[in-house]
């Protein structure tokens, strides 16, 4: 991936066009285009009910779109269940409530996929999954159970678990909204050292800390647009928009 | 009592104040906690003592445990000379005296077979697990012959052995296919949905009697004239059926008691719907549902007293006609009772089992 990183203006690693979902009656996603470059850092942020997670939750296939295209890594999403599952083994996802398998060890969460999905020998993946550990500072916890760790553990975890399947891109849905305020510092360094290293991201949260200091492109969306996108200096220091103007106001003003 | 005082963040934990542990506490607390609780207790153990020592001396004291006729009985206590005597027809029913040592074997292995399942730090389980795999067949060779063995018609099964062939079978056929139901019955696709819902809510519709009537006497209308079918292999299948039905909603519960994330974490990391079923839903599906499931299992093994309707004699059925020997008569209690311990041993071995099995799989996310 890091070598792809010079010509990273033209190489195109997320394509979304013309893209609409509906939940019954009920537009959710209107026309949303959207292109993401290699290397990319987008953060995503909105009102509740913008369809943000929806969004992000379109580009591993857990949400069916209607209409329009989306290809990654060059593969479209279509009900081709082989194109589905080339897509999410490319594709890491950290949700906001962890979803951690609850009767696995900690260990045996970050090798499952690895083993079963990329036929990786189990010695392999589980020293792959003791560096991710370590890079996100709990390899002492390995042997554990989820339920005995602290949130940000958990989410921690989480993210090492998608790590070891070795994804091109990873997706963030408001990973730190179920948080004790003093384990979200915790996971955000978790995700800027992420950053630093060069991989594909698009994070739903409302951290704008983070936006200002990790993402390259700060989007805005409210009922199912995108209302704006801009690099994070413009989106902040001058919205475009009344409406990201009153969500900024309604976010920063206390 | 004067309290220490500590500095503030150096306060050590203490042990609990002492009138709040110990064998009198407990008492306190549990029997004589209020006016009524101790009135219920007094009561309670008057009861006790009204009852139990006539019921030992019934029982223990003043029972004949040897003897051949009804004269060698004592008047006043229990003739468990009877079931001594009749011992051999309650564990093998009408099954050939010289052949039931193919019974014992049987058991024996079923043992073997059941440990290797049940209990996983048995030595070389993988080994045994593949045993337990094969030993239905050979099971099934050792009870009904053919095969080099002099072959044993399954009208001279009864007895003990009969329920434990009714129980296994459908123990360990029901819950695959109830799995297989609720996963059915989940399913996208229409054909494969609706056959589960129908079959679940037929089989939930009528009563078990009903089906092993359909079993014993409809079937040989439907299937072409001429072709016999065995009686208890009728049973046998209909009893598995039965209980899948009620497994398959069991565990549908367990199913819808996971949260959407489970599913949705294991298809982000590009696991299949195989993968995903059968190493993330159904490990916690099947741990959430094992009291429901041992449930079944239970209902299940009482339930094939029923058999009796169809000419069947499980425990039970060789009780009732016990109870009419004309040589033997007034012994319905010591009968009954015999029988009522036999599945009483069985079924809370059952919950036993199921609550060991509770606790091993908690991994303390419950928090």
């Known amino acids: 991936m890091s070598e792809t990183q010079s010509n990273a203006t033209t ?117 792959t999954a003791m560096e991710f550990l370590e890079r996100v500072k709990i390899p002492e916890q390995a042997n554990k159970y989820p339920g005995q760790l602290s949130g940000g553990q958990q989410q921690r975890v989480a993210i090492a678990r998608s790590l070891c399947m070795r994804p091109n891109i990873m997706l963030f849905d408001e990973p730190t909204s179920a948080l004790d305020p003093e384990m979200i510092k915790e996971v955000l360094d978790t995700m800027v050292s992420l950053a630093e290293e060069g991989i594909t991201m698009l994070c739903v949260t409302h951290e704008m800390g983070f936006a200002k200091k990790v ?19 413009e989106f902040f220091d001058n919205p475009q928009h009344d409406r990201t103007k009153l969500f900024l106001s309604q976010i920063l003003g206390h | 009592m004067t309290k220490e005082t500590y500095a503030p963040g150096t306060h050590p934990s203490l042990p609990p104040p002492k009138n709040t542990v110990g064998v009198i506490y407990w008492l306190k607390e549990n029997l004589f906690s209020s006016a009524t609780n101790s009135i219920v207790t007094l009561v309670s153990i008057y009861l006790l003592y009204l009852a139990l020592p006539s019921a030992i001396n019934w029982l223990f004291i003043d029972a004949t445990y040897v003897g051949t006729t009804r004269k060698d009985c004592a008047p006043d206590g229990a003739c468990l000379a009877f079931i001594g005597e009749r011992f051999n027809l309650f564990v093998y029913g009408f099954y050939p005296a010289e052949l039931r040592w193919r019974v014992n074997l049987a058991t024996l292995l079923l043992v073997v077979a059941g440990a290797a399942v049940l209990w996983d730090k048995i030595p070389a389980r993988k080994q045994m697990l593949k045993f337990a795999m094969v030993y239905p067949f050979i099971g099934a060779w050792l009870l009904t012959g053919g095969f080099g063995l002099e072959p044993v018609g399954t009208h001279l099964f009864g007895g003990l052995m009969l329920t434990l062939t009714i129980g296994v079978t459908g123990i360990v056929f029901s819950l695959p296919l109830g799995i297989l139901l609720a996963l059915g019955r989940q399913s996208d696709l229409p054909i494969i949905k609706y056959f589960c819902i129908g079959f679940i809510e037929f089989i939930r519709g009528v009563p078990l009697i009903t089906l092993l009537f359909v079993a014993s006497t409809m079937l040989s209308y439907f ?145």
Request: with cysteine.
């Open chain 2, 223 to 367: 299937l072409p004239p001429g072709t016999t079918f065995d009686l208890l292999m009728r049973v046998l299948i209909m009893v598995t059926l039965f209980a899948s039905a009620y497994m398959a909603e069991v565990i549908r519960g367990g199913l819808q008691a996971l949260p959407k994330g489970q599913l949705e974490a294991a298809e982000s990391l590009g696991l299949n719907y195989g993968q995903a079923m059968r190493f993330i839903i159904l490990p916690q599906a099947l741990k959430i549902s094992i009291p429901g499931i041992v449930n079944t299992f239970i209902g299940l093994y009482k339930d094939s007293t029923l058999v009796i309707v169809i000419g069947l004699l499980d425990p039970l059925g060789i009780g009732r006609a016990s109870v009419a020997d004309s040589d033997w008569l007034g012994l319905s209690t010591e009968v009954y009772l015999f029988v009522a311990v036999f599945f009483f041993i069985s079924c809370f071995g059952m919950a036993r089992y199921s609550l060991y099995l509770e606790n091993k799989l908690n991994t303390g996310h419950k928090r």
């Open chain 1, 11 to 127: 190489d195109l690693c997320i394509e979304i066009r013309n893209m609409n979902k509906w939940y019954g009656d009920f537009h959710v996603l209107k026309n949303i285009n959207l292109a993401v470059t290699r290397g990319e850092k987008i953060v995503i942020c909105g009102p509740s009910g913008s369809g943000k997670s929806t969004m992000i939750r379109c580009i591993n296939r857990l949400e069916e779109h209607q209409e329009g295209d989306i290809i990654v890594d060059g593969t479209e999403l279509t009900n081709d269940l082989k194109n589905i599952d080339a897509v999410r083994r490319e594709v890491g996802m950290v949700f906001q409530h962890f979803n951690l398998f609850p009767h696995l060890t900690v260990l045996e969460n970050c090798t499952l996929a690895p083993i079963w999905v990329r036929k990786v020998p189990k010695a392999e993946a589980e020293a």
């Open chain 1, 215 to 233: 993402a390259d492109r700060v989007i805005f969306m409210d009922e199912g647009e995108i209302i704006e996108s801009n690099t994070p200096h």
